[in-house]
């Protein structure tokens, strides 16, 4: 089982042209037709890629791969439609080990990011020794919107099945309604990092199922997250399907919502599903927390367990059925959820119920009367 975020390794992009600059001069510029190098935005310019469009950098056979498009300073990107690629890394030398294919989007500044439907997806890797790539890597104090599209990792189509990671959102303002999050063979979904009062009303988020890394032992390289929360972020989750990914070779599966380094997240709604261990049949967590990070439950529906170490904190809010043995926690959410979830703490981690005395057909996600709720503390060492 594991316990942290999973972050992203980040491709260096490697040396190139850019095929398409847009600066003062060419803003707003719009991509519809495919374009076979990477595609630079300048600060200030605004890039918009809808239906017909594709940037595919070109292959590169020694070193990192190319980035597929880069943002900087106040940039804005709006993505419609079409696909966005990072570049492919292809060589199985051994004097290439360790090389990352690109990033599909990559921003950092202070731009606005905007993905309504198409498709971003990391870099192919070819060759044992190359690693898949990232499909977003942004940085951005700006806002970030999705509401559609696929995003996915890279996949490594030479020997083996490691795949990429979704990637990161830091920083950012995010508001997520749809699209889809894919982390490939044993890699995680998106990795939320630092970011601001955000929300997630709708999407997929799904793990990779264990892959095997390219070695001569086909080593697993583990499951992965549904998805990542850490650093100092607020986040609120209101729907969504968040689906870990299931182990093969190793036991325990990927966690469905992980959260560390002081994070705060709280849940009205969605589905949180942990990955399956095929030896045991049993599922993974469906929530991990550590690190004094902290998860409101008010609602949703939970397949797996929770795990708790290093002070973290489980909140859950519901009506007078609310119990906590010492392992299981069940009951009624105040979203009207019936919840049974089994708990470890580990490390000073806590749970704590707030009970709402209403009958559970009075009015529900009433969120202001969690104030007159008593609280039941449970705490290990």
């Excluded at 990192?64 to 709006?78: E, H, K, M, P």
């Amino acid at each position: 089982m594991r316990y942290a975020l999973a972050i992203a390794a980040l491709a260096a992009a490697a040396p190139g042209a850019h095929a398409v600059t847009v600066d003062g001069s060419n803003s707003p510029f719009t991509l519809n037709t495919p374009v076979t190098e990477t595609v630079e935005v300048l600060d200030g310019a605004t890039l918009i890629v809808t239906d017909g469009a594709s940037v595919t950098p070109p292959t590169q056979t020694v070193g990192s791969g190319l980035n597929g498009v880069t943002a900087t300073g106040s940039a804005t990107v709006v993505v419609n439609g079409g696909a966005i690629n990072g570049g492919a890394s292809d060589n199985a030398t051994a004097s290439s080990s360790g090389a990352i294919a690109g990033t599909a989007l990559v921003v950092n500044g202070t731009g606005d990011v905007t993905i309504t439907g198409g498709e971003i997806t990391g870099g192919a890797a070819f060759g044992p020794r190359r690693i898949p790539g990232d499909a977003l890597d942004i940085d951005t104090t700006g806002t970030v919107t999705i509401t559609g599209g696929e995003i996915r990792g890279g996949a490594q189509n030479g020997d083996g099945t490691r795949g990429g990671f979704v990637g990161n959102i830091r920083n950012a303002q995010v508001e997520i309604s749809g699209g889809t999050f894919d982390g490939v063979f044993g890699r995680s979904s998106l990795g939320l990092i630092d970011v601001r009062n955000s929300t997630i009303t709708g999407g997929a988020f799904n793990g990779g199922d264990e892959g095997f890394a390219t070695d001569a032992f086909m080593t697993p390289t583990g499951e992965g997250d549904g998805l990542g929360v850490t650093g100092d972020s607020v986040l609120a989750i209101f729907d969504g399907l968040f689906t870990a990914g299931d182990s093969i070779a190793r036991d325990g599966g990927g966690d469905a919502l992980a959260t560390s380094l002081r994070s705060n997240v709280t849940i009205f709604g969605g589905t949180f599903i942990g990955g399956l261990d095929m030896h045991s049949g049993e599922r993974g967590d469906a929530l991990s927390a550590v690190q004094n990070s902290v998860i409101n439950v008010r609602g949703g529906t939970f397949l797996g367990t929770a795990d708790l170490i290093q002070d973290a904190q489980l909140n859950i809010f519901g009506f007078a059925d609310l119990l906590f043995d010492g392992t299981t926690v069940t009951g009624t959410l105040l979203s009207g959820d019936a919840i049974n979830l089994d708990v470890r703490l580990l490390q000073n981690a806590q749970v704590n119920l707030n009970v709402i005395p209403l009958p559970a057909g009075a009015w529900l996600l009433l969120s202001g009367l969690a104030a007159m709720g008593a609280a039941r503390r449970f705490r290990r060492a």
